[in-house]
Nanobody, 117 residues
Framework: QVLLVESGGGLAQPGGSLRLSCAVS????????MGWYRQAPGKQRELVAS???????RYADPVTGRFTISRDNASKRMYLQMNSLKAEDTAVYYC???????????WGQGTQVTVSS
């Protein structure tokens, strides 16, 4: 059974920080490109950041310079360090695993991030 479990969400003040974690089981983690997505109420799900199986990273413009994505293949975890949080970062954050060669992808259940004073 493939499981992607996000954690670390919660309430943060504007300018604050949160660190999201995605724990993965049931797949060969090192063979998968990973990504963080978010979906705000009434909006489409959007890519926040991605990290390839080889460690290359990409960021959406709104989070560049504030968020950092990383992965630990040994522990099968992916992280998203979110700094200088803004109200517009409020959303449900999802992790996604996509095989680097095959058409196989998996999603987590999401974790809520709320940025408010």
């Amino acid at each position: 059974q493939v499981l992607l479990v996000e954690s670390g969400g919660g309430l943060a003040q504007p300018g604050g920080s949160l660190r999201l974690s995605c724990a993965v089981s049931g797949i060969a983690f090192s063979s998968y490109d990973m990504g963080w997505y978010r979906q705000a109420p009434g909006k489409q799900r959007e890519l926040v950041a991605s990290i390839s199986s080889s460690g290359s990273t990409r960021y959406a413009d709104p989070v560049t310079g504030r968020f950092t994505i990383s992965r630990d293949n040994a522990s099968k975890r992916m992280y998203l360090q979110m700094n200088s949080l803004k109200a517009e970062d409020t959303a449900v954050y999802y992790c996604k695993a996509s095989h680097r060669y095959y058409e196989a992808e998996y999603w987590g259940q999401g974790t809520q991030v709320t940025v408010s004073s």
